[in-house]
């Protein structure tokens, strides 16, 4: 099975139906082939099974079946998958609070995006989910899952998170800035809020106990799944590539002096404790666009006109344009209804090939410089275009604003989002009935209780 589909269907395994109930006593001779189901944990007001935990283990366990070495024991893996299921419930809780809510139309949505990324259609998809021994309809619930927490995450972060250019410039201007791109993997071991001198010392020999695995020849991802109370922990830690001004200054100082294949020492961060392995990294090119110039005339239906008329009065300036040579730029402060270019005689000045829209992008593929386009048709109305000249523009710089823009955001949002997390696991009652699944490094992190 591909690979999206496989991480949605362990995905799928991780997070059942909230409304799951208890399995009711079955006759002895049934009791005696099915084990009673059991709640393992208790949410704020719900429960996780132990069947809903087992399924996610053995989801784990199929992802890795070409590397079972890699996963803990059997109660590491089962503590971790537990706290995934943990951390999910609660903001599905939060997003409900909070009135968000997900139409079929936005699950059919997903399925088709998941389809499309397969190089499949959504039936086959459908049927490789179900092949594969889960249900469609539970493998949609899923998606919603995740779409439901994506929202929950944009609600969280929208109010808090705003860049300014004095951000911008202070980033670039800045000595530590640091330009290209890393690969990252990393292992997280978190401090719990408020924690005391015993507590950091647990977490920082906990992440010492790591670093010598991994020094000891433990593969990092496996350190990660084994190690790590990330997220992505079961992932292997994988961040994926990053760019270096995304990443906090302390932590490029260490990697401007690692090579790939380095792993860092035990990091002190606000949240912990953490380890990085350099998995690669890139330098940032110059940023090269071809530019286009060209004007237009806008010919829109109105209450006035109708399409068929704005159709017929686009061809009659065509004709006149290309047949009768009348000015284009005249007709265009005549006749055109663009209000941003008619006054220009129709000039849309210099712009990258997308900024105007995909339908003028693909127009401006098929025309010459000074050629101009037969009448074409688009959501505002009919278009005639002429295609004046193109040139190569450095956009390095504007590239390099945007980006630290996005880097400053996104850094700001992921710790808005952490917090926020750390904050809703603080003030929920999490309560591990069966204390082989307790970790006992963490309770204090997740606001477990007795």
Do not use: C
């Not at 059991?38 to 784990?60: F, G, H, M, P, T």
């Not at 640091?178 to 920082?204: N, R, T």
């Not at 799944?225 to 292997?236: E, N, T, V």
């Not at 712009?351 to 048709?377: H, V």
Request: aromatic letters at 6%; proline letters at 5%.
């Amino acid at each position: 099975m591909k690979q999206p589909i496989a991480f949605l269907l362990f995905a799928l395994a991780s997070i059942l139906p909230l409304h799951a109930q208890l399995l009711t006593p079955a006759a002895p001779a049934a009791a005696a082939r099915q084990p009673l189901d059991r709640i393992v944990a208790v949410v704020n007001d719900s429960v996780i099974l132990q069947s809903e935990l087992n399924d996610a283990v053995r989801s784990i366990q199929q992802q890795y079946a070409s590397q079972p070495g890699q996963l803990p024991p059997m109660n590491v893996l089962q503590q971790q998958v537990l706290d995934r299921l943990v951390l999910m419930r609660l903001q599905l809780e939060k997003a409900e609070d909070q009135g968000v809510r997900i139409s079929n139309e936005d699950v059919d949505q997903a399925v088709a995006s998941v389809a499309q990324q397969n190089k499949l259609t959504p039936d086959q998809l459908r049927a490789e989910v179900e092949q594969s021994g889960s249900s469609f309809a539970a493998f949609r619930e899923q998606l919603a899952d995740q779409i439901t927490v994506q929202r929950l995450h944009q609600s969280v972060v929208h109010d808090s998170v705003s860049v300014t250019d004095s951000e911008i410039d202070n980033l670039l201007s800045s000595p530590t800035y640091k330009a290209g791109e890393v690969h990252l993997a990393h292992i997280q071991i978190s401090i719990p809020g408020g924690a005391d001198a015993s507590a950091i010392q647990a977490s920082q020999a906990k992440a010492e106990q790591a670093l010598a695995a991994i020094k000891g020849g433990m593969d990092f991802n496996a350190a990660a799944i084994r190690y790590s109370d990330a997220p992505d922990a079961l992932d292997g830690g994988d961040l994926g590539w990053r760019r270096m001004d995304e990443v906090p200054p302390a932590f490029a100082d260490t990697l401007e002096s690692m090579k790939p294949g380095d792993v860092s020492g035990a990091l002190r961060g606000p949240t912990g404790f953490h380890i990085l392995k350099l998995i690669d990294q890139r330098q940032a090119g110059r940023k090269m666009v071809t530019e286009f110039h060209a004007r237009q005339i806008l010919i829109a239906p109105s209450d006035l006109v109708t399409p068929a008329q704005a159709e017929q009065q686009a061809h009659d300036l065509y004709n006149r344009i290309v047949n009768k040579h009348e000015d284009f730029a005249a007709l265009a402060k005549e006749y055109s209804k663009d209000p941003t270019t008619a006054n220009a005689g129709g000039d849309m000045n210099w712009f990258a090939q997308d900024q105007w829209g995909s339908i003028i992008a693909k127009q401006l593929d098929g025309l010459k410089d000074n050629q101009i386009s037969q009448p074409f048709q688009s959501e505002a109305g009919w278009h005639i275009l002429q295609r004046l000249g193109t040139r190569q523009s450095d956009q390095t710089v504007q590239l390099g604003r945007d980006q630290a823009r996005l880097a400053i955001g996104n850094r700001k949002a992921d710790q808005a989002y952490d917090d926020f997390l750390r904050d809703l696991r603080a003030n929920a009652y999490i309560n591990i009935l069966v204390p082989e699944l307790r970790d006992t490094d963490n309770q204090a992190a997740a606001g477990t209780s007795p």
